[in-house]
């Protein structure tokens, strides 16, 4: 069952973390990543079929921009006693296998998670150069299953308008995929 994100307002700073970036084994923070220009925050994980179905071309997306002075990051959330295939060394595998341009940072705690208010995988997060939201949602409105391609269109749209000190767009589709497998208490 696909899950959807609820709205967070726009122009909400981003909170502060400091997470293991699975591939360098190293903490990576917001301040370690932001950019004066744009920086994205992704939850995401290794196992959902969302996630896997969009996968090269946000990587593809990711390193088309980063030369542009765009930060990304990638969050993954989930429980990983319920999702072992979510864990830092699965994740690490999966990032150095498609080549992350990114970190792919672990959220033990589910935190990080709570503070973006994320709700499911995948989710992304663009801020300005001051780190205030400017677009919530979906990559595009490809699914599994769908016939749409996979384009990055809404990222995409978003990325250029502020790159561009353009308005970008207010209707904003919410993030589709599947929820974060919150612990048990």
């Known amino acids: 069952m696909a899950y959807t994100s609820s709205m967070v307002d726009l ?8 997470l293991l970036d699975t591939i360098s084994d190293n903490l990576v923070s917001l301040d370690d990543i932001a950019s004066p220009k744009a920086t994205v925050i992704m939850f995401i994980c290794n196992h959902c079929p969302y996630v896997q179905h969009i996968l090269d ?6 390193g088309e921009y980063k030369t ?13 006693a319920a999702y072992p295939q979510d864990g ?8 150095l296998d498609f080549e992350f341009p990114f ?3 672990y959220d033990q705690t589910q935190q990080v998670a709570r503070l973006y208010q994320a709700e499911c995988t995948p989710e992304f997060f663009l801020y300005d150069g001051n780190l205030n939201l400017a677009y919530h949602g979906q ?3 490809s699914r599994p299953g769908n016939t749409h391609p996979v384009t990055g ?3 995409r749209t978003a990325l250029d308008a502020l790159l561009n000190r353009q ?3 207010l209707e904003q589709k919410p993030g589709v995929g599947c929820g974060i497998k919150w612990r048990q208490a």
Do not use: C, W
């Open 68 to 80: 542009t002075g765009v930060s990304f990051a990638a969050i993954s959330s989930n429980d990983t």
């Open 57 to 62: 071309k946000v990587v593809e997306l990711a």
């Open 153 to 155: 269109k809404d990222l």
């Open 88 to 95: 830092p060394r699965h994740m690490k595998a999966l990032a």
């Open 167 to 169: 308005q970008v767009p």
């Open 11 to 18: 122009g909400t700073k981003a909170p502060s973390f400091a």
């Open 103 to 105: 970190p792919y940072l």
């Open 139 to 141: 990559f595009d409105d």
